[in-house]
């Protein structure tokens, strides 16, 4: 894949500006935690946006997505093999599928964006592996997040696992700088060439969002809606989203509410 220079477009953010990301991936991640009791057999995924959608107006924020390009819900809600972009609708979980809730606010003018997969009802053994797998390729990625390191080197990383486990990378999506704007650069591709791209500079932000897939990396977008990305195949799709920040030290995680990274003390 051909690198694409964009380094003197990244924004580096200062404190004030990464506190206020901080703040609104917080709320974008609790949102994610709030729907969880609700994601369960007989739930339609319109009545899990109309829920994530109350939560982030009741505290105070708007969900980026909507009206984004002309998209017209407040999330993005993606079963078994919808890679990313599922419209909210009629359709009814039902037991073993596998999910994607995808949340983007804004919250007094900043961005959070995130997503996790959930398990439905009794889920098969290979599904599980792909979602378990999945999740394996963000924490890689993230692990590559230092300062001074290839910015592609994440997406080398995050491919290999994947590959090594039997399964494909999507290429034809990404992740992106966020914060000030709903999508900035850098692009994030989750396959690249390994060594290549600008080095990570501490107060750089953008998302980590490995799609992965059961069978071929392709998708194919839903002529009707004109969003919604299935694998060419029709075989599972997985994804798990973080934003971080790089910092002088370890990746600052800015969307984990679990404690499952480290805190930096010191960004600059």
Not at 92 to 117: A, C, H, P, Q
Request: glycine share 10%.
């Amino acid at each position: 894949m051909a690198f694409r220079d964009t380094s003197s477009k990244i924004i580096i953010k200062t404190i004030e500006q990464i506190e206020g990301i901080r703040a609104s991936s917080i709320l974008a991640s609790q949102a994610l935690k709030e729907i969880e009791p609700f994601v369960k057999p007989g739930a339609s995924t319109e009545y899990l946006n109309s829920i994530c959608a109350q939560f982030i107006k009741d505290n105070g924020a708007i969900a980026a997505t909507l009206g984004y390009h002309g998209y017209p819900k407040e999330t993005c809600i993606s079963v078994n093999d919808v890679i990313c972009h599922g419209i909210p609708g009629k359709y009814e979980l039902r037991d073993g599928d596998i999910v994607n809730i995808d949340v983007t606010t804004i919250l007094k003018g900043y961005f959070g964006d995130t997503s996790k997969m959930y398990l439905v009802g009794e889920v098969p053994e290979h599904a599980q592996k792909l979602v378990k797998t999945t999740k394996e390729c963000l924490n890689i990625g993230i692990q590559q997040c230092i300062e001074g390191n290839s910015l592609n080197n994440i997406g080398y990383y995050i491919n290999k696992h994947a590959v090594a486990n039997g399964y494909s990378t999507v290429y034809e999506f990404c992740g992106h700088g966020v914060g000030i704007k709903f999508h900035e650069e850098p692009e994030i591709c989750h396959i690249a060439e390994k060594g290549t791209g600008p080095l990570l500079k501490p107060g750089m932000i953008f998302t980590i969002e490995p799609m992965i897939n059961a069978g071929k990396a392709r998708s194919k977008v839903d002529r009707k809606d004109g969003w919604t990305a299935r694998t060419i195949d029709g075989k599972l799709s997985a994804q798990f989203e973080h934003t971080i920040c790089i910092t002088k030290g370890e990746p600052y995680v800015l969307t984990d509410i679990e404690h499952a990274y480290p805190i930096p003390t010191d960004i600059f």
